[in-house]
């Protein structure tokens, strides 16, 4: 398919940005990476009469440590520069190895943090990932700045609590205090396809017993989920084979995920269980006491 017409512009600061999305009315769309946006322009599932292009904006590509207590990534950061971070390595582990997993290299050179958080798919890699660390996204429009938490940030398949006269301008993940065990595993049909189910977890423990636990999923519902009831059964729990299998399938009783082409619902049900219990181990023994 080809594109239909439209009118572009690349604005090379902020000010300039909002100067234009004031002037173009409603149907106008960020360009970011082009990764999902693009293929849908193709297939003729959206049209657009502007595209404003945001990769010559220097104030949304930086990844900085803030009062030794938060690591700001702003939205145009690449996956692949993620993933080579050495800040994000060190202080978000988690979020560095799962963006080295997104997709294949071509859509990580390209793929941006904030055009995958702002496309809000519910099983998208750094959805998920900021579902797990409690990211707080920072939205600006002309004059004004908000945040908002990831728990409120995505409402539905493909939306989020973005309006049209605002960006994403970065995303800030507070770190994590003490020693964490992480585990993020995914089931795709085949590499690089999009996910079909996502489990992500991370575990503080003292001796044989869960201190802290977050766990979020991709792909079992209408947005990235934090699994709070798995959460809060495992808390304070010692780590036996029983209550890690009472978990898992707690997990797989709650959610209800829509069957694909592929798989039945009941099928990935039974996945989100495997998988939960095999992310849970994990991070459990990766974690230090
Ligand atoms: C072959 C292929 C395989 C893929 N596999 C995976 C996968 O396994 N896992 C995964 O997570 N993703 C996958 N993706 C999607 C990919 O991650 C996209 O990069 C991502 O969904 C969008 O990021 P982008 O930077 O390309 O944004 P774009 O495509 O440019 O934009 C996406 C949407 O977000 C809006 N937007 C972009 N930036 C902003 C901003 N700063 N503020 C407000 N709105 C904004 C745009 O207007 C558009 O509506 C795949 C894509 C392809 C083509």
Known sequence: MILEPFDYYAP??????????????ENFKFLAGGQSLIPMLKMNLIKVSTIIDLKKIPELSFIREEDGQWIRIGALVKYVEISDSNLIKKHLPILSFAAKKIAHQLVRNRGTIGGS???????????????????????????????????????????????????????RFKIPEGNYGWSFNKVSLS????PLLIT?????????????????LGGVADTVVRAKEIEEFLKGKEITEENINKASKLASSIYNPSSTLEFTSNYIKKL???YLRRSIKEAYTMARE
Do not use: W
Request: net charge negative.
């Open 117 to 171: 958080i702002a496309f809000g798919h519910p099983a998208a890699d750094l959805c998920v990932i900021s579902m797990l660390l409690d990211a707080e996204m920072e939205i600006v429009s002309k004059g004004s700045s908000r945040y908002v938490s990831a728990n409120k940030f995505f409402l539905g398949p493909l939306t989020t609590n973005l309006k049209q006269d605002e960006i994403l301008k970065s995303i």
């Open 191 to 194: 590499h690089g396809d999009f």
């Open 12 to 25: 090379s600061s902020l000010d300039e940005m909002f100067d234009i999305v004031g002037s173009v009315g």
């Open 272 to 274: 989100i269980e495997v």
């Open 200 to 216: 992500a977890t991370m575990i503080r423990r003292n001796r044989n017993i869960i201190e802290d636990i977050k766990i979020a």
